[in-house]
């Protein structure tokens, strides 16, 4: 098992910045791939971005070139948002991949990640 804690989100001006963080306890040398969600009321949940074991990264076209994650070791793993838009307000949530499959499959919208926290609201005012 993995447990996953968010922290970090909050309420922000459009074009500001948040850092969120995620804390990883537990079985976490299981971990290939960690990924970062996000699901606004009444919408679906969309992959945002993910970081495989190796480094290697992904990055929705909404968020690209504005939000970058990064991983600093095998516990923690960090989403920085910055020139945010109202549109970014959501629930953004924490998710790791304990699975055998390729960071390929993993960077897919459609992928199964294993493990969620419990997240964290992002609100951005415009």
């Known amino acids: 098992q993995v447990r996953l804690v968010e922290s970090g989100g909050g309420l922000v001006q459009a074009g500001g910045s948040l850092r969120l963080s995620c804390a990883a306890s537990g079985s976490i040398f299981s971990v290939n791939t960690m990924g970062w969600y996000r699901q606004a009321p009444g919408k679906d949940r969309e992959l945002v971005a993910a970081?495989?074991?190796?480094?290697?990264t992904y990055s929705a076209d909404s968020v690209e070139g504005r939000f970058t994650i990064s991983r600093d070791n095998a516990k923690n793993t960090y989403l920085q948002m910055n020139s945010l838009k109202p549109e970014d307000t959501a629930m953004y949530y924490c998710?790791?991949?304990?699975?055998?499959?390729?960071?390929?499959?993993?960077?897919?919208?459609?992928?199964?990640?294993?493990?969620w926290g419990q997240g964290t609201q992002v609100t951005v005012s415009s």
């Open positions: 998710a790791a991949a304990g699975g055998p499959y390729s960071s390929s499959y993993y960077f897919r919208p459609s992928a199964k990640y294993d493990y």
């Open positions: 970081i495989s074991r190796g480094g290697s």
